[in-house]
């Protein structure tokens, strides 16, 4: 099965300032044939289902904000929040949809400094 | 609009099985895959199974396999996640959502989940 690491488990970012999270997989979740990044982020906040934010690694999800954007390729993903804002607040989940089961990384949960 | 309705919190003993719903409004139902997913108390989000509803071809994560049923009633739009002999280890949440479409099986729609207590 693959795994999904994320780092940090939790970051405080002052609002206006970048945020970054990482996330790597046990194995490269490119699919060679369509050059696709089978990865999603999803963002949760307390009390809510989770929010697909990107997919294919660096496409966004319908109404999201474009100060959130999805990077990189193979084994290693980057989600960056551009300027934060107040209701960023959240943890953020990464996932891999290359082979089932379609794992999750751990969460990074996202406060302000 | 597409939209993802649990059946509501349920508190059940050990032993008991459990049947959770998930209906499914505002697309054509059997032209999506969903999927359950379980989040335990403060842990990460963890990819229960799979169904089709159109053919009901189902998929399990191996982690799962043999402890949940799911399956679809294409009549009422209506997707299930049967949970057996639970234990309260089973106490967490369950969230159904939806393939984006467009988006391979990156999960675009989400229900608002169903809270399952298990305790003696």
């Known amino acids: 099965d693959i795994v999904m690491t994320q780092s940090p488990d939790s970051l405080a970012v002052s609002l206006g300032e970048r945020a970054i999270i990482n996330c790597k997989s046990s194995?490269?979740?490119?699919?060679?044939?369509?050059?696709?990044?089978?990865l999603a982020w999803y963002q949760q906040k307390p009390g809510q289902p989770p929010k697909l934010l990107i997919y294919w690694a660096s496409t966004r999800g319908s109404g999201v904000p474009d100060r959130f954007s999805g990077s990189g390729s193979g084994t290693d993903f980057t989600l960056t929040i551009s300027s934060l804002q107040s209701e960023d607040v959240a943890v953020y989940y990464c996932q891999q949809y290359y082979s089932p089961p379609y794992a999750f990384g751990q969460g990074t949960k996202l406060e302000i400094k | 609009e597409v939209q993802l309705v649990q059946s509501g919190a349920e508190v059940k003993k050990p032993g008991e099985s459990l049947k959770i719903s998930c209906k499914a409004s505002g697309y054509i139902f059997t032209s999506y895959w969903i999927a359950w997913v379980r989040q335990m108390p403060g842990k990460r989000l963890e990819y229960i199974g799979l169904i089709n509803p159109g053919d009901s071809d189902t998929r399990y994560n191996p982690s799962f396999q043999g402890q949940v049923t799911v399956s679809a009633d294409k009549s009422i739009t209506t997707a299930y996640l049967q949970l057996s002999s639970l234990k309260a280890s089973d106490t967490a949440m369950y969230y159904c959502?939806?393939?984006?479409?467009?988006?391979?099986?990156?999960?675009?729609?989400w229900g608002q989940g169903t809270l399952v207590t298990v305790s003696s």
């Open positions: 194995q490269s979740i490119l699919y060679s044939s369509n050059n696709n990044n089978y």
């Open positions: 959502a939806r393939y984006i479409g467009g988006g391979g099986p990156a999960l675009g729609y």
